[in-house]
């Protein structure tokens, strides 16, 4: 009967040489994939995602180093090569490039992420040997326990532990994320049960594989769950034609039908328990996957829902591949250029991703870069998914491969709708099964085709190399300490201004106290990191609220250097800077919403009310004046009309702005007609006649249940004349 590390297989740990250091490589690799997706923050001061690309760097690194440690008795280390390791190497190059003439910071995350999961993938093909690949296997299915306990505690007991923006999200902050980090890692759980050979252990096994599907369907993602229709049918063809490999072959029938049972039952019943958090009361896991499975053939979605939403992102990014075939807009500067592309009437404030791998990859790195890599990537894929299916059955590395390419088939369908690669658990997940898909083929007739090959390090280079790894190991300590510290100053500034949001205006003194900490902490916060918009847009808000306009302003201006084509940033920047007094800066972020947005009514509204609050009233009402002699009306025209006409005793004004409003919008007609009659009350003696017209004509717009409430609402002196 098989061990339950199955790929130690007959004759495999005899032919092949376990490489020095592989046992404790694998070990530390195993480790990190239970951890990146079980553990995260409880508080909300660092990123989820943050935390676990931490976890994904110090795994990596420690992992290299164990490996280094491990060559110092060989004479002259050899270093493995596959052709596969050269696509993080070609994206890292064009990303370092990008730092160059595309957004510097974002070129450079996008340049790190690609150096960490290059390294990863190096490392497993240098250290992966056959009789440790199930330590992997292992890791990834704990991890994906651990996240998948979090994920139903939050859905059946409303568990708060981990700050959550879409639960139930285990500790990846957003459902979705944890849904296509659990498909991908799914094959790998069905792996370890066919190979659990203790017969105490296989109904356990059943029952947590069962568990982790439960979770994945509690989630409801979408993408997810046609992923896990996809891989189902392969997955269990895998089981099905490597039986004679897999310890489930070597069950009894009792034994298997037991396993059937449990997992079927453990299905059944942990999906029909209901939910306690308030997002999906009373639904349960099966109910809620199947609602949401056949969402997706009403129309509504793709009309109003989350679909079009992306449709529309992907539409501008195809704009922008057409309008950069080449470079690309450069590496991690999607978000940047998007508004750009989107369409000058767009008031959607861009995301941070495409939900889109291949499009997002093809608009950052161009036509030669990007669409390169996924070609290659796609031609190996198939390369590789064909040579497993025609190896010999007996093949040791076949099972692991048919489950690698059933892991990135689901990670493929997930990418159409979302942005796995950029997520720590899932990019770690990709190309540790890339590695392993090329570790195997070293020992496949695929050796030569796809440029394996072998580098010896001399005596003379091995300090070089550790000096190398030294420098790399300080830069990535460094790069994480800092990315840490910048979430934690900033957003513990936005909890400071929270505070002082809750206490207003019971405690005054408390709430400037803490007013002034978050502010302090926010300017240390950009100090360090000046390019944190998905968190700093947040206080920005927040100090308008307090009605800090200088400290309003200086979050703002730092995201418009940052991100300068997002018409909102620039259209808040405006109305702070008016609050500011300040009438040259408010003209300035005026013509930058006027170059993304140069014909909009929103455009116009933010010019005229520029120039009214700075002193240039005469400006405003002779443009009022023209725009409504061209016929352009729009609400906020009116409403500005309406109160510089009252403020300035122009009753003219004030009148026509009115009188357009309820011609435009006969809803608004009764208060429309109600606020000019005032505006005559206001006027004083010669205008009471208009004054009891307009009143009139309120009165006439007024619906019959409304009527009443209208009547006293007018001045005593006009209520008996209506």
């Known amino acids: 009967m098989p061990n339950s590390s199955p790929f130690a297989l007959r004759s495999s740990s005899q032919t092949h040489a376990d490489p020095s250091g592989s046992r404790a490589v694998s070990w530390v690799l195993a480790v990190m994939l239970a951890l990146v997706p079980t553990v995260g923050m409880p508080t909300e001061l660092v990123l989820q995602d943050t935390l676990k690309s931490a976890i994904v760097s110090i795994g990596t690194l420690a ?28 994206l890292l190059l064009h990303a370092l490039g990008s730092m160059v003439w595309s957004h510097t910071y974002l070129a450079g995350v ?46 059946w007991g409303n568990l708060e532990w981990f700050p959550q923006a879409a639960a139930p999200a285990s500790t990846f902050a957003n459902r979705n994320f944890f849904a296509e980090y659990a498909v991908c890692a799914l094959p790998f759980s069905v792996l370890a049960l066919a190979q659990t050979s203790k017969p105490t252990w296989r109904q356990p096994m059943a029952l947590l594989v069962a568990f982790n599907g439960v979770a994945l369907m509690a989630t409801g993602t979408r993408s997810a769950l046609l992923a896990l229709l996809c891989i189902t049918p392969p997955l269990m063809l895998v089981l099905w034609r490597y039986r004679s490999q897999l310890a489930w072959g070597q069950w009894s029938k009792r034994s298997l039908a037991a396993v059937l049972i449990v997992g079927m039952m453990g299905v059944l019943t942990l999906g029909s328990l209901r939910s306690l958090h308030p997002e999906s009361l009373g639904q349960t896991a099966l109910s809620r996957s199947w609602l949401r499975a056949a969402s997706m053939a009403e129309k509504t979605v793709y009309a109003e829902g989350s679909f079009s939403y992306r449709s529309m992102m992907w539409k501008g990014t195809a704009r922008m591949l057409m309008g950069k075939p080449w470079l690309g807009v450069g590496a991690g500067a999607w978000e940047v250029y998007i508004p750009l592309y989107q369409g000058p009437s767009a008031d959607e404030e861009p995301d941070y991703y495409a ?35 025609r190896l010999p059955l007996s093949t040791p590395d076949a099972p692991l491969r048919a489950i690698v390419l059933t892991s990135l088939l689901a990670l493929s369908v997930v990418s159409l709708a979302g942005f796995p690669w950029r997520l720590a658990s899932t990019g770690a997940l990709f190309t540790l099964s890339l590695a392993l898909l090329a570790s195997t083929d070293s020992r496949l007739f695929l050796r030569d085709a796809l440029g394996y090959g072998k580098t010896v390090i001399g005596k003379g280079h091995r300090l070089y190399v550790t000096g190398l790894l030294l420098a790399g190991s300080a830069l990535a300590a460094l790069t994480t300490v800092q990315a840490i510290r910048a979430e934690m100053l900033i957003v513990g500034g936005i909890h400071a201004l929270n505070k002082a949001q809750q206490i207003l205006p019971a405690d005054a003194s408390a709430a400037r106290a803490a007013q002034a900490r978050g502010v302090e902490l926010l300017k240390e916060g950009l100090a360090v990191n000046a390019h944190y918009r998905k968190v700093i847009s947040i206080a920005s808000e927040q100090l308008a609220s307090l009605k800090d306009w200088e400290h309003a302003a200086m979050v703002l201006q730092s995201i418009a250097d940052s991100r300068p084509h997002i018409a909102n940033v620039w259209s808040n920047l405006v109305l702070t800077r008016i609050e500011q007094g300040q009438a040259e800066p408010a003209m300035a972020a005026w013509r930058e919403l006027k170059r993304l947005q140069p014909d909009t009514p929103r455009t116009r509204a933010m010019e005229l009310l520029v120039l009214s609050r700075t002193g240039q009233e005469a400006q405003a009402i002779a443009k009022l004046h023209a725009y409504f002699d061209q016929g352009v009306v729009e609400y906020d025209m009116t409403l500005l009309a309406y109160t510089l006409g009252l403020r300035l005793h122009q009753w003219d004004l004030a009148e026509r702005g009115l009188r357009l409003q309820a011609q435009a919008w006969p809803g608004n007609a009764a208060d429309s007609y109600f606020r000019l009659g005032n505006v005559y009350v206001e006027a004083g003696k010669g205008f009471e006649d208009r004054a009891l017209a307009a009143f009139r004509l309120g009165w006439k717009a007024v619906p019959a249940g409304e009527k009443a409430l209208y009547q006293r609402l007018v001045p005593a002196h006009y209520r008996e004349q209506l």
């Open 110 to 155: 996008e340049a790190a992420r690609w150096a960490m999961l290059g390294l990863l993938m190096w490392l497993v093909v240098q250290a992966a040997h056959p009789s440790h690949w199930m330590r992997l296997v292992w890791g990834i299915h704990w991890g994906a326990v651990g996240a998948s306990v979090w994920t139903v505690a939050q859905f």
């Open 63 to 90: 992992g290299v180093w164990v490996w280094w440690w491990s060559q110092r008795k060989q004479a002259c280390p050899t270093i493995q090569w596959h052709g596969i390791l050269l696509l993080p190497l070609a």
């Open 355 to 389: 939900h889109n791998e291949y499009l997002q990859l093809l608009a950052e790195y161009g036509l030669p870069i990007g669409g390169g890599v996924l070609a290659v990537l796609l031609a190996y894929l198939l390369l590789a998914a064909r040579s497993t299916w």
